[in-house]
């Protein structure tokens, strides 16, 4: 399989500036992208874990507290939650730019959790680099996973 390409394009960039509430929100062709606008090449990433896909549980579901029970097979007995996004731009994003990304994991941690339960940290670091290779932008996402159930009496058991 080839790497999935990212192509930055006005219209994309309009769309996006537009679903933030930019002000500046107009057409422009030489407009830079917005600072969180890589987020939006989830979707030209076939497999990305957030792309809901037709007939299969989508994780951002809302069905079930955490969004993600069931699909581990069986009733998700954690919550994992989205909690920090970081980006470093090496250049700015420019309409025209292709980009393609790649994604490694980060570092992992754990915490205690206030109300019972350990909390499990894991970062992940996706470099968006150019035709030429260069760097562009490196994003890093930290999901927090719990140790108990949504909706769990903390000191229940349920773990």
Do not use: N
Request: negative net charge; glycine residues 12%; hydrophobic residues 30%.
């Amino acid at each position: 399989m080839t790497e999935p390409r990212f192509p930055v394009e006005a219209g994309h960039v309009l769309m996006f500036r537009r679903a933030i509430g930019d002000p500046a929100a107009v057409y422009d062709p030489e407009a830079l992208a917005p600072p969180t606008f890589p987020v939006a090449g989830a979707q030209f990433e076939p497999e990305h874990p957030l792309r809901p896909r037709p007939g299969e549980p989508w994780m951002g579901s809302g069905r079930t507290p955490s969004g993600t029970a069931g699909l581990d097979g069986g009733e998700s007995r954690t919550s994992t939650l989205h909690a920090e996004q970081h980006f470093t731009y090496h250049r700015p994003l420019r309409v025209g730019d292709v980009l393609t990304p790649s994604r490694r994991p980060g570092e992992e941690w754990t915490k205690e959790g206030r109300r019972g339960g350990t909390l499990r940290f894991t970062s992940y670091v996706t470099e968006y680099r150019d035709a030429d290779g260069e760097l562009v932008v490196t994003a890093r996402s930290v999901a927090v996973a719990t140790s108990q159930a949504p909706g769990a009496e903390p000191g229940s058991g349920e773990a």
